[in-house]
C-alpha cells in the first residue's frame, strides 16, 4: 500500500506527521507511507527542513493521497507548475486533505458537491471555492475525506486505515498513539467519529 | 525563551512533532523552538530525514529541555558520546521528557526520586533504572516533567506554555490545534490532565 502525504513548503508540522506516525503502525503490513513534495526539501511553517521522500509525482499512482496543510496553501492552490503535476482518481485512490489541504481538493475538483471539514482561517477561503464548510472534525464520503483542526490528523490516518485494513487495524493503531491511561477512552470517541463513514 | 526539542536518530515523529507544533502557538510572543539534534540531520524511526535546527548544546542553555523519545534510545542512554554533550540544570531550566526520553531522564540523574510516565514499550527499561513508572498520562514537579503515549506530548507542551506564560495561553495553544467542533472539549480535558501541576 503507497501512501502519499503532501507536503508543501511553509507546511504544518502536526498535520503531516501526525497521520504519517499514525498509518506507519502499519509498516508492518507492508504499507509504505511517503513525505510527498514537490521539490527536494521543504521547510515547515515553522522553520523545519525535511527531505523529500517522493517527488509529487509519485501521488499519481499511490494508493492513498492525503494532502496536508501549511501557510502557502493559498499560494498552491493558484500555483499551476505545482497542481498540474497532481492527476489523481478518487475512482481508485483514496483522497483526503487536512485543514488548508481542502483547499487543494476544491481547487483540484475533487469534492464536486460535497460539504467539507478545514480549520477556521482556511474556511473563507474554502467557502470562496465553493464548499460548504462544516462545523465539525471530520467527514468522508466513498473515497475523499476532509478533517479541520490540526489534531484531527489523527482521524484521517484512522479513517485510512479503517477502510483499508478493517475496523479493528485502526483501533489498534488510535491506541499505540494514545496517550496512558486514555487509550480506550480514545480509540472509542475516534471510532465514534470515524463510525458513521467506515 | 528558547527552547530545544532534543531529537535523535531513529526519532518519533509524533513525540517531536506535536510538541513543536503547539509550542510555536506562541512565537509571536518571541519564544524560539528548535529542533535540537547530536548531528546535523537525523532520520526517524519511519524513514523522514530532518536537518537539525541547533546542535545538541544548545540545549544546555536553552529555557525548556524537551527530550523527545525514539526507537534508539536505549542506545542512547549508553552513549557517552552523546550524553556528556549535555550538562542540564532543573534549578534553572525546564526540562521534560516523553515516552522513552523518560529513559534519559532517569539515566542523566534528573528524576531523583520521582515517579515517571512513559510509554508502555519502555516501561521495563525505565522500572529497570530504578523509577516508578504511572499508569497515567502525564506527571510534573517542580521543574521536571514526563509524558507517556506520543499523544501525550499535547500535555507535555501545554505544561510548558502554562509553566511559562500562564494557563490561558496554555488554554489558546491547545484551542488552536484542536479538532474543530472539539476545540472547547479539548481544552477542558487537557488542562484537567494538567492543572495538579500549574
Known amino acids: 500500500m503507497n501512501i502519499a502525504i503532501l507536503t508543501f513548503e511553509g507546511f504544518n508540522e502536526l498535520d503531516s506527521?501526525?497521520?504519517?506516525?499514525?498509518l506507519n503502525r502499519m509498516k508492518s503490513e507492508g504499507?509504505?507511507?511517503?513525505?510527498?513534495?514537490?521539490?527536494e526539501s521543504v521547510t515547515s511553517m515553522n522553520g523545519v527542513t525535511v527531505q523529500a521522500q517522493?517527488?509529487?509525482?509519485?501521488?499519481?499512482?499511490?494508493?492513498?493521497?492525503l494532502f496536508g496543510s501549511g501557510i502557502y496553501t493559498r499560494d498552491i492552490a493558484k500555483n499551476k507548475m505545482i497542481?498540474?503535476?497532481?492527476?489523481?482518481?478518487?475512482?481508485?485512490?483514496?483522497i483526503g486533505a487536512q485543514c488548508s489541504g481542502t483547499l487543494l481538493l476544491a481547487v483540484l475538483g475533487l469534492l464536486k458537491e460535497l460539504p467539507a471539514c478545514t480549520d477556521l482561517t482556511t474556511k473563507p477561503w474554502v467557502i470562496d471555492a465553493g464548499v460548504d464548510v462544516l462545523n465539525q472534525p471530520f467527514i468522508a464520503k466513498e473515497s475523499i475525506a476532509t478533517a479541520g483542526g490540526c489534531m484531527s490528523s489523527q482521524y484521517?490516518?484512522?479513517w485510512v486505515i479503517a477502510k483499508l485494513a478493517g475496523r479493528s487495524a485502526a483501533?489498534?493503531?488510535?491506541y499505540y498513539?494514545?496517550?496512558?491511561?486514555?487509550?480506550?477512552?480514545?480509540?472509542s470517541h475516534s471510532m465514534s467519529i470515524l463510525s458513521p463513514y467506515i
Open 31 to 39: 504499507w509504505n507511507i511517503q513525505i510527498t513534495c514537490p521539490s
Open 17 to 22: 506527521f501526525i497521520a504519517l506516525g499514525i
Open 54 to 65: 517522493q517527488p509529487l509525482e509519485f501521488a499519481n499512482s499511490a494508493d492513498v493521497v
Open 83 to 94: 497542481l498540474d503535476r497532481l492527476t489523481l482518481d478518487p475512482s481508485k485512490q483514496l
Open 171 to 174: 483501533e489498534s493503531a488510535i
Open 156 to 158: 484521517l490516518a484512522a
Open 177 to 187: 498513539v494514545a496517550p496512558v491511561g486514555e487509550k480506550e477512552a480514545t480509540v
